[in-house]
């Protein structure tokens, strides 16, 4: 009888791989399910106490009482009048002034654009709290240093006052809004093909004509891509609007739904049915993004590839000094006045002798504070850490394998951009006080999972333009010399996007570290950050030791800004 005899290695070599590739799969369903669990959950669980109408501690009962407050209540439509309204007026002076700097840094010869840019970008990383206290001490209606400046040459009060509508425009724009939108924008426009532009002057356009008639047009994706995304952020708005606005009676969804569950009563179902139609509302607009771009071609990048600055001629040094005072405004005031305001004896008084070092005095000898520091550092490290690793992770299975749901994957990596910080610590409330949760409640864990949620979009998305960038012959010949997924993923994948990852774990400790309105709800005493403890010292009218740790928040950021930025980060879309 004639045998058959198997290659060494044959049969036995493909059950082998079949078993590992068995593995990987259920590897990457358990991190899929994971994912989908901790975006989806809270998202649910708001869903349904929506129509929870019972108080705290009553049987469960359910209606349609917290819908009917959404479209009733005169003063959640007055929250959801200033929302939109805020969001758009910021949006406005933002992106028109982003889109206008943007452009003299990547398209034009102006003078140190460099450095500029590099300005730009480290005012995204300060803190919004560390910024509004700044501007109080500018343009406080009665203290403000501007303001009795201005009282000097004519009688009565100053004309400026931060706490009003135009205030909270103000801040917002100098803060982050304009700052965000020239780092995104700024590596983008100076991809675009200069062949363009001179094509259009060699036809007789001037320079603003080729601005508005080509640029613009051709920049159309980024540029309503950076305002979507901009205008989603400014919808979930809190710290800011809760100093600012809170004392004259001016409320936002997110502080609407903040004071309201700090009521004697917590009202669960109108915030949760509230929270809702934002989720909605931030999901539409997404959709309407991919709309307006559509399938349109906006191909700026060719073989044939020319990038000549604009020569602008004798406007070169004006519009360095234009720069030159936006940066003062958006960085220095914020870091010069952060610092005045530590030293003051009461913060906002200009009066004769009014410095002292009382305030850090009293700060630095603070068991609560000494306590909120601990705290920040370890939410600040775990959440770097789990970052890392996790987001690295879902990066990897979307990008290099086949794994059958990694589009579904890589829709819920963004979905948290649709869910408002203040509403996704509400989410994660009502879902830790279940029965099933509750030992989490309170607890250090909920913080960080929190954050790495809130980070997911941003942190995949850098990792997966990064991994795009990599060759797949390195893992190929990593596995043609015997290495496993695990082995290849750790010697080779890991070593060649360690800059990104020291990049990503450094924006999310300095995210962690300043971030309120994703653990606004989540927090207590035991585990309350400084950026919290901060926002209590001001509600409690205790502006000097706020400024202390607003200050070495500032201190904190600035200096791991400036770690990101020598590991390479040039800001979304870079290629330089």
Known sequence: MASVNAAPGGLTGFIDRGRKIELQFILMTILFACVAFVVLTPMWQILTQSFQVSKPGEAARWGFEGWKAVFTETSLQKAAWNTVTLSVTRQLFALTGAIFIAWLLARTDVPGRKIFEFVFWLAFFLPALTITLSWILVLDPQFGLLNQLLRGFKDGNGPFNIYSFAGIVWVHVMGTSLAVQVMILTPAFRNMNSAFEEASRISGASTMGTMVRIFIPLMMPVIVAVLM???????????????????????????????????????????????????????????LQRRVVGKRQYTTVTGQFVSNPIRLGKWRIPTAVFLGFMCIIIVGVPMVFSVMGTFMK????????????????????????????????????????????????IAYVIVRTRYVARSALDFLTWMPFTIPGIILSLGLLTMFLQPQFRPLYGTMPTLVIALVISGMPFAVQIMKSNLMQISKDLEEASFVSGGNWFHTYRRVVLPLISPTLVVI????????????????????????????????????????????????????????????????????????
Not at 255 to 282: G, K
Not at 358 to 379: F, H, M, P, S, Y
Not at 516 to 539: E, F
């Open 229 to 287: 995304l901009s205008f989603l952020r400014s919808l979930e708005a809190f710290e800011i609007e809760q100093i600012l606005g809170t004392p004259i009676g001016l409320y936002v969804f997110s502080t609407w739904i903040y004071d309201t569950l700090y009521q004697h009563i917590p009202r669960y179902d109108a915030v949760s049915a509230l929270a809702i139609v934002m989720i909605l509302l931030c999901t539409g607009l997404i959709f």
């Open 505 to 576: 774990g450094v924006i999310s400790f300095i995210s962690s570290a300043r971030n309120i309105s994703q653990v606004a709800l989540l927090s207590n005493t035991s585990i309350r950050p400084m950026s919290i403890m901060q926002l209590d010292y001001i509600a409690e009218g205790k502006y000097e030791v706020a400024a202390v740790i607003a200050t070495i928040l500032l201190f904190m950021s600035v200096i791991l800004a400036l770690v990101a930025r020598v590991f390479g980060f040039r800001g979304v879309g870079s290629n330089q």
């Open 346 to 393: 009461l913060f906002g008084f200009f009066i004769q002798d009014p410095w002292t070092l009382k305030q850090w005095e009293t700060a630095l000898k603070d068991r609560l504070l000494a306590r909120a520091v601990g705290n920040t550092i370890v939410l600040a490290v775990s959440t770097a850490i789990v970052a890392i690793a996790v987001h690295s992770l």
